[in-house]
């Protein structure tokens, strides 16, 4: 972590605070730059951008990229809870672009088989399953 991200800067601050009231939810620089601009924030997208980033190296939010089409998202991470995180894969509607949040004790099973039988260790973070969500089927 360098120090330059441990600056308590201002955009810093309105980045966080936004962070703060999505937990939970994957949101794109691109929502961030939008939701900042429908209240009134004036923080220029490299600014939200770099800021991000810094967040991510920090630990503070999570970074996923899907795939190489797909802007990557951002997602707020508690306080202290990178040490006692859940595994967590996606599932992605090839339909309307849906990511969703997959907490499955079966996969994480597949997991824990795929490196035990075969000395693969699969990335949760990067792990994607492509189909269609409920409203799409």
């Known amino acids: 972590m ?4 441990r600056y308590k800067t201002k955009q810093r601050e309105i980045l966080l605070g936004y962070f703060e009231t999505v937990p939970g939810v994957h949101v794109t620089a691109s ?3 939008e939701y900042l601009q429908e209240h009134g924030a004036t923080i220029g997208q490299s600014t939200v951008y770099r800021q991000l ?8 939010i999570n970074k996923y990229i899907i795939d ?3 802007p990557a998202c951002f ?7 990178h040490e006692d995180a859940e595994i967590c894969f996606h599932c992605k509607c090839e339909k309307c672009g849906k990511l969703i949040h997959l907490h499955c004790e079966e996969i994480e099973g597949m997991q824990i088989h795929l490196f035990d039988e ?3 260790k699969m990335n949760p973070m990067r792990t994607v399953f492509y189909g269609l969500c409920e409203q799409c089927i």
Not at 75 to 81: M, N
């Open 75 to 81: 997602e707020y991470v508690e306080p202290d809870s």
């Open 31 to 33: 929502d961030v730059c």
């Open 53 to 60: 980033e810094n967040l991510v190296d920090e630990g503070i």
């Open 2 to 5: 360098s120090n330059r991200s």
């Open 68 to 70: 190489g089409s797909s």
């Open 118 to 120: 075969h000395r693969f």
